[in-house]
């Protein structure tokens, strides 16, 4: 099995960056791509970034597209999402997947971003 930790997340204001850090363990051989999603009270939960593991392949929905980057460190087992200029809609609960063979999907507990002034 996977197991997914999510952290980065805090308080920043309007305008400013945040790094979120998403570490796998257990089987990530078996992890074929990975993402983060995001859900806002009263909301769905929506896909922010997502990787495939075996490609550069990266894929954003236009509400984050050109302000949010999804990256790896293969050797550390983490996944990140790099988050600028940040807008009070961007608040929300993050959440790190990951989709294995079935298809199977984890998740991690989440970690909170609130953009407030």
């Known amino acids: 099995q996977v197991q997914l930790v999510e952290s980065g997340g805090e308080v920043v204001q309007p305008g400013g960056s945040l790094r979120l850090s998403c570490v796998a363990s257990g089987n990530i051989r078996s992890i074929y791509a990975m993402g983060w999603y995001r859900q806002a009270p009263g909301k769905q939960r929506e896909l922010v970034a997502s990787?495939?593991?075996?490609?550069?392949?990266?894929n954003y929905p236009d509400s984050v597209k050109g302000r949010f980057t999804i990256s790896r460190d293969n050797a550390k087992n983490t996944v990140y999402l790099q988050m600028n200029s940040l807008k009070p809609e961007d608040t929300a609960v993050y959440y790190c997947n990951a989709v294995l063979g079935g298809p199977l999907y984890i998740w991690g507990k989440g970690t909170l971003v609130t953009v407030s002034s």
């Open positions: 990787l495939t593991t075996g490609s550069t392949y990266t």
